[in-house]
C-alpha cells in the first residue's frame, strides 16, 4: 500500500455497514498511514449510483471466492479499482480497498478522512421470511426511521398498492440462488410520504436454510419526478395539439408517427396520417408536388410549404397548405420532422374570386386591360413552333353618337349585346377582353398563320354586324376590325399592329362613306 498514496481502505460487516478497518489491519501490522479511511454509510454509497449494481456483483464473488475487484466510478465521477477481501472470521467482515486508476491525479490524504455518502441508498439483510436482520444508518434515514428496524417484514414497508409485486419478486428471488433481481416501487416513510425506491434482492440462502437476503434501496425519485413531469409536458402538448384548427404530426424518417392530433386525420380522410406519411418516407405520394416536398426533407433536411389540390371524403375539391420542417439530431442528421395540414380551401376560392375580379370587366364579363394584357403575354410565351397568336382589335363604330343620343344606359347594354356576340364567334382556346370604352380584343393562341386571322376576323364581323333591339329602340351595331399575328413578338408591339390595323379598317371605311 506504500506505493498507492491515493488509497482508501475500509471495512464492511453483514449489514454492508462501512468502518474504520484500522485496528484490524494494524493487528495484522499493517499501516494507514497517508491513506484515506472509509468509515460511515453503506458500501454501495461509496460509488457512483449508475455502478451501484457492479457493488452487490462484487460482493457476491467476494463471498464465493475470498477476493474480488471491479472497475467502477466513485461518486465524484472518477475511475477506480474496488477490491473486496473476506476475512471470513465468522461475522462476515470484508476489507475493502479502491484503487485510483492509472494517470488519476488523486493527492493522498495526509490524516484519515472519512467518507460518508449522502442517504440515496440504504441496505438491509433479511431472512427467509422476509423479516429484517439488520438495515444501515442510510437505510433508516431513506425510510425516516430513528430506531433500528430488526424483525419487521420488509414487506410491511411497501406502499399497499405495491405490496403484491413486491411479494412476487420475494419468492421469485428466493427461488434463484445469487441472482440479483431488481424492480420499483414505492416505499412508505415514517412520516407517510411516499418515496419511489428501485430494490435489488440477492438470496445468499443456502440449501440448509443459513444465510441471508441482500436488500440494497436506490432512491430514484428525482428520476420518477422528472418522468412524471415529462409525461405531464407530454400530455399538455397533446391537448394544446387537440386544440388547434390545423392538423399537426410529428414523424420518424421512416414515416412512423410519433404524435398526431384528431384534426390531421380529419383533414387527411379517407387515408390515415399514418399511411400518407408512410408513403411520403417511401416517396411514393400521388402528388409529385408533395412527394419531391417529403424527398428534400430526408435528403438534406429542406424545409417546405406548399398548397396541394385534392378531393374530400365527398369527392368535392378541397386546398390543403402543407408546411414540413424537418427535426434533426443532436449530430446534425435529419431525425424525422413536422408537418402542419391547414384547409385553406374557402381563404383559395376567395382569392381566386378576387384575383378573377381584378383580370375581369364587371360591365361584359370580358378580361379588363390588365387580365388582356396578362393573357396575351401568356400566350406569346407558350408559342408552339409552327403556330402563332393571333389578335383582333375590334373598335365600334358611332359608339360615341349612341351614347350621346341614347343616354349611357343604352350604350352599356350595347357593350353588352357585342360582347355576347364576340364569345359566340369564339374558338374554343381564345380569349375576350375589352381594354376600355368601346375597344374590344380577341386573343386567338395556336393560330397557324395571318391567313387564318383573316378567316376568324370575317367570321367575327359577320356574328358581330347588324341591329340590336333593346327595348323599344333599334340601335345598329358594326365595328371596324384590325389583324394582327406573330410567331415570336412582345405584347405591346402585336397590340400595336392589330390597333394600327384596325384604324387603317376604319379610315378605308370611312373613305367610301365620302365617296
Same mark, same amino acid.
Given at each position: 500500500m506504500a506505493n498507492n498514496p491515493g488509497c482508501a481502505v475500509g471495512m464492511f460487516d453483514r449489514a454492508r455497514n462501512v468502518s474504520d478497518a484500522r485496528g484490524l489491519l494494524a493487528s495484522a501490522g499493517i499501516s494507514l498511514d497517508g491513506h484515506a479511511a472509509l468509515q460511515g454509510g453503506a458500501i454501495v454509497e461509496l460509488v457512483a449510483t449508475a455502478d451501484a449494481w457492479l457493488v452487490t456483483d462484487v460482493g457476491m464473488e467476494a463471498r464465493l471466492e475470498g477476493t474480488a475487484v471491479r472497475a467502477v466510478r466513485l461518486r465524484d465521477g472518477k475511475p477506480a479499482q474496488l477490491h473486496l477481501v473476506e476475512i471470513r472470521d465468522g461475522e462476515g467482515t470484508t476489507v475493502i480497498l479502491i484503487v485510483p486508476s492509472a494517470g488519476d491525479a488523486v493527492a493522498p490524504t495526509p490524516a484519515p478522512t472519512p467518507i460518508i455518502a449522502s442517504p440515496r441508498v440504504g441496505t438491509a439483510q433479511c431472512n427467509g421470511f422476509g423479516e429484517i436482520l439488520s438495515a444501515s444508518p442510510s437505510m433508516l434515514a431513506l425510510l425516516g426511521r430513528l430506531h433500528p428496524l430488526d424483525g419487521e417484514p420488509i414487506i410491511s414497508h411497501l406502499h399497499p398498492d405495491d405490496r403484491d409485486a413486491g411479494i412476487v419478486m420475494w419468492v421469485a428471488a428466493k427461488g434463484q440462488r445469487g441472482v440479483a433481481l431488481r424492480w420499483r416501487c414505492r416505499v412508505v416513510r415514517a !412520516?407517510? *410520504?411516499? $418515496?419511489? /425506491?428501485? /430494490?435489488?434482492?440477492?438470496? &445468499?440462502? #443456502?440449501g440448509d436454510g443459513h444465510g441471508e437476503v441482500q436488500l440494497d434501496m436506490f !432512491?430514484? *425519485?428525482?428520476? /420518477? =419526478?422528472?418522468t412524471d413531469a415529462l409525461a405531464a409536458e407530454t400530455e399538455l402538448l397533446a391537448l394544446l395539439t387537440e386544440t388547434l384548427p390545423v392538423g399537426v404530426a410529428k414523424f420518424d424518417t421512416s414515416g412512423r408517427v410519433e404524435q398526431a392530433n384528431t384534426r390531421l386525420t380529419e383533414l387527411l380522410a379517407p387515408r390515415r396520417p399514418s399511411e400518407v406519411l408512410g408513403l411520403a418516407a417511401l416517396g411514393a405520394l400521388e402528388s409529385p408536388d408533395l412527394a419531391a416536398a417529403f424527398t428534400a426533407l430526408f435528403? !438534406?433536411?429542406?424545409g417546405s410549404k406548399l398548397v396541394i389540390h385534392d378531393a #374530400?371524403?365527398?369527392?368535392?375539391?378541397?386546398?390543403?397548405?402543407?408546411?414540413?420542417?424537418? /427535426? $434533426?439530431a443532436d449530430d446534425g442528421e435529419v431525425s424525422g420532422g413536422v408537418v402542419c395540414v391547414a384547409d385553406v380551401t374557402e =381563404? &383559395?376560392? $376567395?382569392r381566386q374570386t378576387l384575383e378573377q375580379r381584378a383580370m375581369t370587366d364587371a360591365l361584359t364579363g370580358c378580361l379588363n386591360r390588365a387580365g388582356t394584357l396578362a393573357a396575351l403575354d401568356a400566350a406569346l410565351a407558350t408559342i408552339a413552333p409552327g403556330d402563332g397568336v393571333g389578335l383582333l382589335f375590334i373598335d365600334l363604330d358611332s359608339f360615341k353618337h349612341i351614347n350621346d343620343a341614347r343616354g349611357h344606359a343604352i350604350g352599356d347594354v350595347v357593350l353588352e349585346v357585342v360582347a355576347s356576340r364576340l364569345h359566340g364567334a369564339l374558338r374554343a382556346q381564345d380569349l375576350l377582353g375589352r381594354l376600355g370604352g368601346d375597344e374590344f380584343v380577341v386573343i386567338a393562341p395556336r393560330i397557324g398563320s395571318e391567313e387564318a386571322m383573316l378567316v376568324l376576323a370575317g367570321r367575327m364581323s359577320q356574328k358581330l354586324q347588324g341591329p340590336a333591339t333593346i327595348g323599344d329602340i333599334t340601335v345598329a351595331i358594326s365595328a371596324s376590325i384590325g389583324v394582327a399575328w406573330t410567331s415570336a413578338g412582345e405584347a405591346i408591339d402585336l397590340l400595336a399592329a392589330a390597333d394600327a390595323s384596325m384604324y387603317a379598317a376604319k379610315q378605308a371605311r370611312a373613305g367610301r362613306k365620302a365617296s
Open positions: !412520516d407517510e *410520504s411516499n $418515496l419511489w /425506491v428501485e /430494490v435489488t434482492l440477492t438470496n &445468499s440462502i #443456502d !432512491d430514484i *425519485s428525482a428520476e /420518477v =419526478a422528472a435528403r !438534406d433536411g429542406t #374530400d371524403v365527398n369527392g368535392e375539391t378541397r386546398h390543403l397548405e402543407w408546411t414540413i420542417r424537418p /427535426v $434533426l =381563404a &383559395s376560392l $376567395l
